[in-house]
């Protein structure tokens, strides 16, 4: 592949829109790198070529073709774009991240303390990135989606499902019509053929992606349905297709996904919702239905 004319991308957001534009035409194993380089930006930030070719399951060298793809001179000058990005959120994080990883990666949890403390702080590293992480603007457009939404509709398989059924419990509590959609009976297909124009289909999937959720967002755009994802990838089909789709990395410690930040997640987007309804009741008192300024999420 010959290098991208002009100049390369030199701010984080750039680069990442330059390479979801050119996603498709990328060789195959140029997207796996493409894929996980945009979809752990703090990591491509600190860790050295090698490690990362390791966690993308890639060579060295396709790293070092996909920074030339994009006109930069090797690798280092388009990890620098990562770093600059992580430096700007704090000074102290990336190494903070990288002493974690290098820890859990130095021993193995030998008892039930030892690996509770390490779900722990896995858990605490991906609150911090999605805390610096989560783009405002973004944020914005979920939250007005769902004020807007007629009905609700949460849709999350196998390890999304708690973080699902936690979310329609949290926006059942700001006075929506909330449904949990599960696919009881092989009836998914139907519970999303029903959806409007004015409805919502929220979508909760992480990689690898459950087929049946990436075909129900098929379906509702299909049918003009707009589509929220949660998602841990901005270059994943589920995201692509979303009207609006939100990252979320949670930690993987010992082959199992830890879940607290996508729990914040949802939690900040019900606090959102809430807050934009006082606001619009407070804007203008006689419009639209009434609802609660602010209930008590916690009971």
Same mark, same amino acid.
């Given at each position: ?7 390369? $991308? ?41 490690? %990362? ?6 060579? $060295? ?16 000058? /388009? ?17 903070? /991240?990288?002493?974690? &990883?290098?820890? &859990?990666?130095?021993?193995? $949890? ?42 609700? +509709? ?29 696919? /009881?009976?092989?009836? %998914?297909?139907?519970?999303? &053929? ?19 959720? @990436? ?32 990252? @979320? ?21 019900? @606090? ?12 203008? $008192? ?9 209930? +008590?999420?916690?009971?």
């Amino acid at each position: 592949m010959t290098a991208a004319s002009g100049d390369p $991308p030199y701010t984080l957001e750039a680069l990442k829109q330059s390479i979801a534009g050119r996603f498709e035409s990328l060789p195959a194993r140029l997207q796996v790198a493409a894929r996980y380089l945009v979809d752990h930006p703090n990591a491509s930030a600190v860790e050295t070529i090698k490690t %990362l070719s390791d966690a993308a399951e890639v060579q $060295p060298s396709v790293l070092v073709r996909l920074a030339k793809s994009f006109g930069y001179s090797g690798f280092s000058e /388009m990890q620098a774009v990562f770093r600059t990005a992580l430096l700007a959120q704090t000074q102290s994080y990336g190494e903070r /991240m990288r002493a974690q &990883r290098a820890g &859990r990666r130095a021993a193995s $949890p030998q008892t039930p303390e030892a690996m509770l403390h390490q779900l722990c702080e896995g858990s605490i590293e991906s609150l911090q990135g999605l805390r610096d992480a989560i783009d405002p603007a973004m944020l914005k457009r979920a939250i007005d989606l769902l004020a807007s939404a007629r009905t609700i +509709n949460v849709l999350g398989l196998r390890r999304s499902w708690p973080i699902a059924t936690y979310f329609a419990y949290l926006l059942s509590r700001s006075q929506r019509f909330v449904r949990l959609l599960g696919g /009881m009976g092989g009836m %998914l297909t139907d519970e999303v &053929r029903v959806l409007g124009s004015d409805d919502v289909l929220v979508a909760i999937s992480f990689h690898p992606f459950h087929a049946e959720a @990436v075909a129900a967002i098929q379906q509702a755009r299909a049918q003009g349905t707009p589509v929220l994802a949660l998602t841990d990838s901005g270059l994943s089909t589920i995201a692509q297709q979303a009207t609006v789709a939100l990252e @979320v990395h949670d930690a993987d410690i010992g082959g199992f996904r830890t879940v607290a930040a996508s729990m914040a997640l949802c939690h900040g987007l019900t @606090v959102g919702l809430l807050s934009e309804d006082e606001a619009r009741t407070n804007a203008n $008192p006689k419009s639209g239905r009434a609802r609660p300024a602010r209930r +008590n999420l916690a009971s």
